[in-house]
């Protein structure tokens, strides 16, 4: 199982970007998905998660600009940032808990995928 980040890039403050995240491999199931984010000198910090419900939850920090969703038909999850600021400037993970076909829970990440915001 292994999860495949992509979507950042460079833009402007104001602008938008959508970042996806897709699953793959012998997957029987996938519960809640996140995304986190990490800045140059800073710790990893949570900016949104969705359950497998489609219950959301996002800090204040992002509350109103950033909405996450999921398909689960194609073993996605999405980022859309609106809004966007120079201070959400960082590498953005996805994060999932799936259980394999062959085995228990596990929370894998991607990647990592560059989000850049100039101002």
């Known amino acids: 199982v292994q999860l495949q980040a992509s979507g950042g890039g460079l833009v402007q403050a104001g602008g938008s970007l959508r970042l996806s995240c897709t699953a793959s491999g012998s997957i029987f199931s996938i519960g809640d998905m996140c995304w986190y984010r990490q800045a140059i000198g800073k710790e990893r910090e949570l900016v949104a998660i969705?359950?497998?419900?489609?219950?959301?939850n996002y800090p204040d920090s992002v509350k109103g600009r950033f909405t996450i969703s999921r398909d689960n038909a194609k073993n996605t999850v999405y980022l859309q940032m609106n809004r966007l600021k120079p201070e959400d400037t960082a590498v953005y993970y996805c994060?999932?808990?799936?259980?394999?076909?062959?085995?228990?829970?596990?929370?894998?990440w991607g990647q990592g995928t560059q989000v850049t915001v100039s101002s």
């Open positions: 969705i359950t497998s419900g489609s219950s959301t």
């Open positions: 994060q999932a808990n799936i259980r394999a076909i062959f085995g228990g829970w596990r929370c894998y």
